[in-house]
């Protein structure tokens, strides 16, 4: 893809294996030369993983001194170094890049909300040695919402929703043209715009007839290399017929909830076989996409469940009442309805595990869905006699065993079960049981030598390939007064502030009125 600039997100370093993928030699970084921005991402050596800076050159001669940062992450794995943002602005490599010649703006790609103190951390250095007048554009990300703000009269952040749902248009006024009028940078010259990713509206923006104007000769090389790859990765492989469209935030009681299908009959049959003494918490960040009606692909799977999270057991013989109280625990509950006074093994306070997923859902219904954090896939009963089995997913072994240790007031450890079974593949599974078509002939099958579809390997790096992807689409459009084709010039190379803790000065949130119709919504 011919991105100008993209930066790192999280989910590239939770594991090893893809952060050893993407940082191989001759591999997707390297692919991406002195366009990969990682100020604050890098080797345990302190290299960087890819470049800290570039100056962007517009055909028309604008400057734009582009950094990528992402937040303070402290659960990378073991082959990634994050570093503190601000330690990193007071590094001499930062103070130079401000120095840089002629320029005309910063942009910050932000792998981090659009409303992060962190943000005022870089900005703080940038008016420190720019003044208060600089334009500057956070292209931020992570909370996956459509949303804007003001930090002041010059700095504006953009966050454009995830996953493909939104192209985000950024305009961004030039230092020798902005004009202070108001304390908000958006009276002075900054705007932004949310584009549903929808050909019909594509076409609509760039005033074409229809979308049958809108191929490219690069477009269509484009989808038939994609094609290639789908044909060649066998995600194109029907796997059953789905009759019903399942929404990930719909309210999670929902007939078409796809958490509840997940919790109530895709775990219970395709996971438990029907065993009732074992109970899984989930939590509810890992379905990536909707599940339409109609034929279920691969594809479709991996889209909506692509992180092949391996299943654990964490506890045995767990009383059912202590089995409920986790989950109350887990939600933000204290759990004492159903354990009483008895002493925890430390306290767990709410906010560790948050309380809810509230998803707003914009256009025509406007409120807000609501949807566990955690989910609970079983149904223990209220009772110290009945006991259970307590399994979780990888990715949220840290959460799920503190608080079971917690209430159990005991060390628990977590050990693999299910071997070649994980998050993705069984939902390969509950679809070929579950979801017949009904047209003559068989469904075909995955295409993996062991039935389950793509390896699990295969799946983590397609993962974090098309992680590193959203993260670029998601991002902006960028509006410097003409349009250009961008060129590059950068340096690559190795002290401390408190995170600055300044207020917003204006949020924006996306009005109904002011987006194109058929928004999707986005999740926080």
């Excluded at 307590?390 to 071997?419: K, R």
Aim: with cysteine; aromatic share 10%; charged share 20%.
């Amino acid at each position: 893809m011919p991105w100008d600039a993209l930066t790192i997100g999280n989910h590239e370093l939770y594991r090893n294996d893809n952060i050893d993928f993407i940082t191989s030699d001759g591999g997707w970084i390297d692919s991406m030369g002195d366009r990969y921005l990682t100020a604050n991402v890098a080797h345990p050596d302190g290299t960087p993983f890819g470049f800290r800076y570039k100056v962007l050159e517009g055909a028309f001669g604008s400057r734009v001194l582009t950094f990528g940062f992402l937040y303070n992450m402290r659960d990378a794995d073991s082959d990634a170094l994050v570093k503190e943002v601000a330690d990193v602005v007071e590094e001499a490599w930062f103070t130079q890049a401000l120095q840089e010649a002629n320029l005309d703006s910063i942009v910050v790609l932000s792998h981090m909300p659009y409303n992060d103190n962190l943000e005022q951390t870089i900005l703080s250095k940038i008016r420190g040695q720019l003044g208060g007048d600089f334009p500057v554009l956070f292209v931020s990300g992570h909370s996956h919402q459509r949303r804007q703000l003001s930090w002041d009269a010059a700095a504006y952040s953009f966050e454009a929703g995830n996953y493909l749902n939104t192209i985000g248009f950024a305009s961004v006024p030039k230092a020798s043209s902005f004009v202070r009028q108001s304390s908000e940078a958006t009276d002075n010259g900054f705007a932004g715009q949310y584009i549903d990713p929808n050909v019909d509206v594509m076409a609509s923006v760039l005033g074409l007839p229809s979308p049958d104007n809108m191929t490219t000769p690069d477009g269509a090389a484009l989808s038939a290399a994609i094609m290639s790859a789908q044909l060649e990765l066998g995600v194109l492989d029907r796997l059953g017929c789905n009759p019903l469209f399942y929404r990930r935030y719909a309210d999670f009681e929902a007939e078409d909830s796809l958490w509840r299908l997940y919790a109530d009959e895709v775990i219970p049959e395709a996971l438990f076989e029907g065993d009732t003494s074992k109970v899984l918490f989930q939590g509810t960040g890992s379905l990536r996409y909707d599940l339409y009606a109609g034929d279920v692909l691969v594809d479709d799977i991996v889209t909506m469940s692509p992180f092949a999270d391996k299943f654990y057991l964490v506890a045995t013989g767990v009383p059912g009442n202590d089995v409920l109280a986790i989950q109350d625990i887990l939600n933000g509950g204290n759990g004492r309805q159903y354990i009483g006074n008895r002493r925890l093994r430390s306290v767990t306070p709410a906010d560790r595990y948050g309380i809810r997923h509230v998803h707003e859902l914009l256009g025509p219904e406007r409120r807000l869905a609501d949807v566990p954090r955690y989910i609970m896939s079983g149904e223990p009963q209220n009772s110290g006699e009945a006991l259970y089995d307590v399994y979780t997913v990888e990715f949220d072994i840290a959460h799920v065993s503190g608080t079971v240790a917690d209430v159990l007031n005991q060390p628990v450890e977590a050990t693999l079960q299910f071997p070649g079974v994980n998050g993705t593949s069984v939902w390969y599974d509950y679809a070929r049981q579950n979801w017949p078509c009904p047209q003559e002939g068989s469904p075909s099958s995955s295409g993996d030598s062991d039935g389950d579809g793509l390896s699990p390997t295969m799946i983590g790096v397609t993962a974090g390939v098309i992680a590193v992807a959203v993260l670029a689409m998601s991002a902006v459009v960028l509006f410097f007064v003409h349009r250009r084709r961008m060129q590059v010039s950068a340096p690559k190379s190795d002290a401390k502030e408190d995170e600055t803790k300044a207020a917003p000065r204006q949020v924006m949130e996306s009005d109904s009125s002011t987006l194109l119709e058929n928004e999707e919504e986005p999740d926080l």
